[in-house]
């Protein structure tokens, strides 16, 4: 089994930053692709962004564009989410989930860590 384990979540102001950290341990780590979602408060999950084991190749919500930067560094296995620009709408329950390569759904999912922006 995979386990995931999100941490770098804080409240900061408007427009300050935060990189959030996705330790993975258990199954190897570096096969599965990882996701960045999210949840604000009242609101359903939303997907941030999502990299993949082999290539790293990146995906993003278009919405999440310039401000959201995925990594991941295979040798401590552990994902990052550099996000910059924060505004309030921002504030929620960050999560990283893993999905193995042969499905298509995300069956590995972190506790999440909460983002709060506010003035």
């Known amino acids: 089994q995979l386990q995931l384990v999100e941490s770098g979540g804080a409240s900061v102001q408007p427009g300050g930053s935060l990189k959030l950290s996705c330790a993975a341990s258990?199954?190897?780590?570096?096969?599965?692709?990882i996701g960045w979602f999210r949840q604000a408060p009242g609101k359903e999950r939303e997907g941030i962004a999502c990299i993949s084991g082999r290539n790293q190749n990146t995906y993003y919500t278009d919405s999440m564009k310039g401000r959201f930067t995925i990594s991941r560094d295979n040798a401590k296995n552990t994902v990052f989410l550099q996000m910059n620009s924060l505004k309030p709408e921002d504030t929620g329950d960050y999560y990283c989930?893993?999905?193995?390569?042969?499905?298509?759904?995300?069956?590995?999912w972190g506790q999440g860590t909460q983002v709060t922006v506010s003035s």
């Open positions: 989930a893993g999905r193995h390569p042969t499905r298509g759904n995300y069956d590995y």
């Open positions: 258990g199954s190897p780590s570096d096969y599965y692709s």
